[in-house]
Nanobody, 122 residues
Framework: QVQLVESGGGLVQAGGSLRLSCAAS????????MGWFRQAPGKEREFVAR????????YYADSVKGRFTISRDSAKNTVYLQMNSLKPEETAVYYC???????????????WGQGTQVTVSS
């Protein structure tokens, strides 16, 4: 398994940008599909984006397509989420996760970070 630590969250105005990072420890990082999810208070955890183990395949929730970009740097064992044109309703705790399946379902991910808070002010 890998241990995941997110960073890069914070407070941003609507229309602004943030880049989240997820640093992974463990030699098996390159074996995993990596995903980003978010959870707002009182809501279920929802899928945001995922990237294949090779980095060659990415998939996004419809709500973030064209605004968010997921990427990974295997040399640094890190996955990123660049978020542009942020909206107030995207205020949530953002989590990265690692799994062996190419899926948007959070239950299929094996390892999770502690999350990083993103707050978008109007």
């Amino acid at each position: 398994q890998v241990q995941l630590v997110e960073s890069g969250g914070g407070l941003v105005q609507a229309g602004g940008s943030l880049r989240l990072s997820c640093a992974a420890s463990g030699r098996t990082f390159n074996s995993y599909t990596m995903g980003w999810f978010r959870q707002a208070p009182g809501k279920e955890r929802e899928f945001v984006a995922r990237i294949s183990w090779s980095g060659g395949y990415t998939y996004y929730a419809d709500s973030v397509k064209g605004r968010f970009t997921i990427s990974r740097d295997s040399a640094k064992n890190t996955v990123y989420l660049q978020m542009n044109s942020l909206k107030p309703e995207e205020t949530a705790v953002y989590y990265c996760a690692a799994g062996y399946h190419s899926t948007s379902y959070p239950g299929n991910y094996d390892c999770w970070g502690q999350g990083t808070q993103v707050t978008v002010s109007s």
